[in-house]
């Protein structure tokens, strides 16, 4: 998994540029296709939702992507992504559904948000080429002002701990051998988790149904740790975007790889944690993006944030 999917206009203007009048986000990521297409379960954060068909997109601070966006998602090789975050009603119940509808038709799951209450009650459970059921659970911190719809509050997962336990354990009864929670929350630009982000996953490293547990939406890279056994990833920062020039951590992401093996019957647990420092430039007219493997000082930049609460026994940086 990497950070944040936050199509800025200057996003959509690379990919309308390498598309020579259509999107085309293909070499904005080619650089680090190989991490994602090599994976057994590839997830995405979907933070913003997609745009009607022919309605005007949207920038920050309300967004509206690109539909052809999720086209690219499912064949660039993601599985999955996560979908609760606080943008998830920027266009309302309406582009939540639309954002649901397109990912699904391009043979991504979607987590975190519901088009029906039936919707939230079925776990999402990836199986892979060996037979393995990997569950995700997702929950965002909040909405950005915007009321959960009247009569469907079920629609967005929150990030409480009751709520985000419950879904784990849904997920194990219905057959997981793996149960990944992701978390959308803290504070934005802070490299350090905040009380909440630990609280919380203290409360969820402490379950027998959580195995891991992702974060996002600071926009910057977090610490790589372990609590209570589990490994925690507090925030992988963004894996594009294009925020202001004087944030250059903005444009600094990690890429995940966590390698289960079999324990017991049925049960996995952690045997390879790694990180991939990740960056991209700013867009101008004849400068696209280009997301690429960091290396040097700015690779050395990122590790220090991985690691800002120690450097954790079996972590590698590839």
Known sequence: MGGDLLWHNTVWASAHEDGHGQFDFDPMFAGIR???????????????????????????PVFAAPPEAAAWIGSFGFDA??????HSLDQGYDGLVRTADLLERAGVEHVGTFRSPAERARPVILETADGVRVAVVAGTFGTNGFPLPEGREWSVSMWDAPNLLA???AARRAGAGVVVVHLHGGDEYSHVPNAAQVALVDRLARSPDVDLV????????QPITRVHGKWVVYGMGNLVAQQEP???DTYQGIVVRFTFTER????FAVTRAAYVPVGWNLWHPGSPIRVVRLTGAAAEEVAADVEALGRPPGLRRS
């Open 167 to 169: 879904q784990a354990r």
């Open 214 to 221: 992702l974060g996002e939406h600071a926009h910057v890279v």
């Open 34 to 60: 190989g991490l994602f297409r090599s994976a057994d379960v590839a997830l995405c954060h979907e933070e913003v939702p997609f745009a009607a068909p022919g309605a005007p997109l949207q920038n920050f």
């Open 81 to 86: 992504c996560t979908t609760a975050s606080n």
């Open 264 to 267: 017991r019957s049925g049960r």
């Open 246 to 248: 004087t944030r250059p």
